[in-house]
Structure formats: structure tokens, C-alpha cells
């Protein structure tokens, strides 16, 4: 791949674009790499071409871009994060830096799983852009798996399937979500990855040539309306996905419809239904199999009217009638809004990805503790530490250890004796940040909280345990005095 073609790319999104820095970037990242080669044998500067390639195909703004294209310079070559400020500014930099940090997974095992979660956690909380060039720095890993030992391949994949797709999809980016696992499935599942090429390479043919004939019928019948349409085509299903729907359905293939789709994209909400109208007068539809996520979206936002129909030749086919902001959301996900120029720290809605992830990261290590009666009112004033196990806890910006003993339980802040952040022991009054790994030492011979932990303490949960127990001692200390008498 070369420049130019990554030029093009962006040219075709904004033809406007000024492509002066994202050349000067490839300039700088090309002569940082130079004589650093693949495990494939290609030029390193293919993968951060690749890289921006994917970002840019996702309509990103041009810094994402810019820093796809730098992202590996400080970590593997002599040019450090600073060169990288200093040429392409405090922006971008800041994206670099978050992806070099998120590169560095020392565990294995289960450990290794926690760490990542909990780096892809922190990196999201801090900056989402730095999400997205993972995943696009992560596609080509796995576009390029092939030249990696068996091992690697298998835990590069298993990462994808279990980490990345998930979050992917909870950011409602179906487009990368669906590459990534399509790339992973071969090497995660290589048996079932062949039975379900295999499956999909013979039933496509037949099933494509009945698409094309409905398609030509559903573009007449939408003209004779007056429904205006963006696109009328038929897709694919991929292949993980197919997977994950033939274990669903007990491996029974006839189960599945939606091998092919037909997908419409129509100008608004009223025309959608116009046209799942018009489509249910054409074909008769499958009883059960409508779903309507426009009135009721998925909880990543996704919207869409399905239905399955049967179609010419009784051949049963998926149906999906959106708007075109509906697709770009559903394709893009978070990244859609900068298509639309919004902030990328626009308020709500990325606190509710937030809590939703927290959700999600809930379920996976089925703590009661996590998150617990948490109302997250501005994100923007709140910090995610972590516990040694990995569980996540959100604690109001300037929060200290003590914060997070009660936070935990009143009895692990009342006997809070010492505190680890990070492996070093640090004082209990210290300020926590983003991503810190905290670990409590208690003492279990202590009688309570120290009150003058009240002089730091941030947390309405921590000060109210500290004050109720300097009332009581300090209401048992009187009678002792009284009772002498
Ligand atoms: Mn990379």
C-alpha cells in the first residue's frame, strides 16, 4: 500500500481535506521505521499505513488519522513521544502516548486478560479516539497473523474475540466489530471456521441470484411510490456472525435467513415504514420476525426495522429498512459523531457508554461491589481505579485510598491500615488517578478510623463512616468520666 492510496481514501470522504500534515506524518513515521521490517517481510511503514487506512475508511477526523499513522514510532523506533509533540502537536501526541501505553501487557493468563481489560477500560475513560486506532492497529495485526507462531495466533485471536469485538460492539461500531472478528475466527476456530466457509461458499451463489432479482422488484416498486432511496443492496452475512447464529440455532442452517440480506436505506423514519409496507405487500412475511429497533433501539443506540419475508423461489430472506443517519450509527457507532462534528466528549451519551461498559465489565467478573448504588453525575470529574483483581471502582476526581477503602466496605476503611498503589506503598492521603491498582492493608486490631482522615478525605461515604465513629468513641469517652464519680 502507499501513500497516495491513503491520500485518495481520505479525498474521497472530504474532498476539502488538507493532506499536508497527514504527509508530513507519513514522511516522519516512514523515515522513523526505515529498515525495520514485518514479521512478514514487508516494510514496517506498511502497518501504519494500513492502520490510518482503516481510520481514515471510518470517515475519522484527520488527527485520529495523523496518529494511526504514528502510533508504534515512540514505542519502536529513536524518535520519542516529544519529536512526535513537537512536530504534530499536544494533540495527537496525547493519542500516541495512549496507544503506547495500552501496547504494554506484561501478564499472562487470566491476569493478562484483566490487565487488558482494565487498559482498554482507562484508555476509553481518558480519550475514545485511542480505542478506535487500537482496533484498527489490531485488524491489521490480525490481517497479518499468518507470518506469527501458532501460539501467538491463537491468543491474538481469543484477545480479539473476548476484548476488543465485545467493546466494539457496546461502542456500536458494527463495521470494525465485524472485521475484527471475521479476522480472528480463523485462527481462534480454524475447524468451524471451514465448515463455515464451506457452508457459506455453497449456499451464496444461489441465494445471491434470488437477491438480485428482489432487488431490481423492490427499487420498481419504491419508484411507482415516490420513496426516495439512498441504497437498495444485498449484503453478505459475515462470517463469525453466521457462527455465532449456527450454534444458536442448533447448528441447523435452514434456521438461518439472513446468510444474505437485503438492506434499504431510506430518507426518513415515516419512509421506513412505507416501505416494510410495501415490502410485506410484495412478499409475504414470516410471522415472528419482525422487529422493530427504530421504536425500540439496542441498547448501543442501533436502529433498524427487520423483517424476513419469503421471497421469489420461497427463498426466505432478512430484510433491514433504516434511515441513513440510522446506518451511519449502526456502521460507525461512537465514531459517527464526529461526522456530524459533535464533541467526542459531548456529555451524556458517552457517560452512558461508560456506565454500560462498567455494566458489561460487571457481568464478566460478577462482583456485587462494582459500581455499586454509583451515580455518575459529570464523567468528567470521575476517576476508575481499580481493584488487585481487576474490579472496576469509580471514585470522584481527588479521591484518596481511605475513599476507596469504604467505598469497598466500611469495615475494610475501618481497619485501613496501609495502602499499595501499584505495587509501592503510598500514603493514605494520596490523590488516586485513572487506572490505578489499589490494594488496602488492613489491620485488624485497629478500633477504628483515624479522624484526622477527615482532613483529605473526598467521599460523602468515607467522611459520614469517620464521623460516626468519632461521635461514638468520643460519647463513650464521656460516661467513662461521668461513671467515676
Ligand atoms: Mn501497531
Redesign the pocket.
Known amino acids: 500500500m502507499t501513500i497516495r492510496q491513503l491520500l485518495e481514501t481520505i479525498k474521497k470522504n472530504d474532498p476539502k481535506a488538507d493532506l499536508s500534515l497527514v504527509s508530513k506524518a507519513y514522511d516522519f513515521a516512514e523515515k522513523a521505521h526505515r529498515g525495520q521490517k514485518r514479521s512478514t517481510g514487508d516494510d514496517y511503514i506498511q502497518?501504519?499505513l494500513h492502520?490510518a487506512k482503516t481510520l481514515s475508511e471510518l470517515n475519522l477526523p484527520l488527527p485520529i488519522i495523523i496518529a494511526g499513522l504514528l502510533?508504534?514510532v515512540p514505542?519502536?523506533t529513536e524518535k520519542t513521544l516529544e519529536d512526535v509533540k513537537k512536530h504534530f502537536g499536544t494533540d495527537v501526541a496525547k493519542m500516541v502516548e495512549g496507544?503506547t501505553k495500552l501496547?504494554r501487557i506484561k501478564y499472562r493468563g487470566i491476569d493478562r486478560y484483566v490487565e487488558n481489560l482494565r487498559k482498554m477500560f482507562v484508555a476509553m475513560a481518558q480519550d475514545i479516539r485511542v480505542i478506535l486506532i487500537k482496533f484498527a492497529?489490531?485488524l491489521?495485526?490480525l490481517q497479518t497473523l499468518y507470518a506469527q507462531p501458532a501460539n501467538k495466533q491463537k491468543r491474538t485471536a481469543m484477545e480479539t474475540l473476548e476484548i476488543y469485538a465485545p467493546i466494539a460492539n457496546r461502542l456500536g461500531i458494527g463495521e470494525l466489530q465485524a472485521r475484527l472478528e471475521d479476522a480472528a475466527f480463523k485462527y481462534a476456530y480454524p475447524d468451524e471456521f471451514i465448515n463455515i466457509e464451506q457452508l457459506i461458499k455453497k449456499n451464496f451463489p444461489i441465494k445471491k441470484k434470488n437477491l438480485n432479482n428482489m432487488i431490481r422488484k423492490a427499487k420498481t416498486k419504491l419508484d411507482k411510490q415516490g420513496i426516495k432511496y439512498y441504497d437498495i443492496y444485498g449484503r453478505t452475512k459475515h462470517y463469525y456472525s453466521f457462527y455465532r447464529k449456527f450454534l444458536k440455532f442448533n447448528k441447523d442452517v435452514t434456521q438461518i435467513y439472513d446468510l444474505v440480506a437485503l438492506r434499504i436505506v431510506v430518507d426518513s423514519v415515516a419512509d421506513c415504514y412505507a416501505v416494510m409496507g410495501i415490502i410485506h405487500n410484495t412478499w409475504p412475511p414470516i410471522k415472528g420476525r419482525i422487529k422493530d429497533y427504530i421504536a425500540q433501539p439496542k441498547p448501543n443506540g442501533y436502529q433498524s426495522l427487520h423483517t424476513a419475508v419469503f421471497g421469489d423461489d420461497q427463498e426466505i430472506v432478512e430484510i433491514q429498512i433504516r434511515t441513513q443517519k440510522m446506518h451511519e450509527q449502526a456502521e460507525l457507532g461512537v465514531a459517527s459523531h464526529w461526522l456530524y462534528k459533535e464533541s467526542p466528549k459531548a456529555g451524556k451519551k458517552e457517560v452512558d457508554w461508560m456506565l454500560e461498559l462498567a455494566d458489561w465489565l460487571k457481568e464478566i467478573k460478577d462482583n456485587s461491589k462494582f459500581l455499586e448504588g454509583a451515580k455518575i453525575d459529570v464523567f468528567q470529574n470521575r476517576i476508575f481505579v481499580f481493584t488487585p483483581r481487576g474490579d472496576v471502582i469509580d471514585l470522584p476526581e481527588g479521591a484518596t485510598p481511605i475513599d476507596f477503602a469504604f467505598h469497598i466496605h466500611t469495615e475494610i476503611g475501618n481497619k485501613c491500615a496501609q495502602v499499595m498503589i501499584n505495587n509501592q506503598i503510598s500514603s493514605l492521603d494520596k490523590k488516586l488517578n485513572n487506572g490505578d491498582v489499589v490494594q488496602i492493608v488492613t489491620d485488624k486490631n485497629r478500633k477504628g478510623p483515624n479522624p484526622e482522615w477527615l482532613k483529605f478525605v473526598k467521599t460523602r461515604t468515607a467522611r459520614s463512616h469517620i464521623e460516626v465513629y468519632k461521635n461514638k468513641s468520643w460519647k463513650k469517652f464521656i460516661p467513662k468520666f461521668s461513671n467515676k464519680k
Open positions: 502497518h501504519c492502520t502510533h508504534d514505542e519502536d496507544i501496547s492497529d489490531r491489521h495485526n
